[in-house]
């Protein structure tokens, strides 16, 4: 999405339980396109599905999304929200491992701890909307 030059401006997590039932949260976001933002958002959906579950609620598939894209040269700011320090210091942050992974390798640098899926390395994922580039398969 960064690559591609894109914001979000809403995340939504759903969870499907064992016996056929799901758990869903959405959240907005001020038009990020920075892991710090995303990940804040993350966070507080899990807490609040997390407090709504069943006690011995098994997951069986876990989904996040990226909503309400916008191009990140027409991004409009709210200017009720009074992030912009904050907002700069995360997106150069974020801008920097992007450089780093595109230059030396794609998980030289992450937030938090790294490792591999089960199994190794997963494959490449079928992309219905756009041509692949060499970094989806990284």
């Known amino acids: 999405m960064r690559r591609d030059g894109w914001n979000a401006g809403r995340l939504w997590l759903w969870l499907e339980l064992m016996g056929d039932s799901s758990v869903h949260r959405g959240a907005w976001l ?8 995303v990940l804040s958002a993350l966070e507080g ?6 407090k709504s579950l069943p006690r011995h609620a098994r997951i069986m598939r876990i989904g996040v999304t990226l909503l309400e894209l916008t191009r990140a040269s027409e991004r409009q700011l709210d ?12 997106e150069k942050a974020t801008a920097a ?15 938090g701890p790294w490792a591999p899926p089960p199994g190794g390395y997963a494959g490449g994922k079928i992309s219905y909307t756009r041509i692949p580039r060499a970094e989806d398969f990284w």
Request: glycine share 2%.
């Open 30 to 37: 001020p038009a990020v396109h920075d892991d710090q933002a």
């Open 45 to 50: 959906l899990w807490a609040k599905i997390w």
């Open 79 to 90: 200017i009720l929200l009074n992030d912009d320090r904050q907002r700069h210091q995360c």
């Open 97 to 111: 491992i992007d450089t780093l992974n595109r230059k030396y390798g794609r998980t030289l640098v992450s937030i």
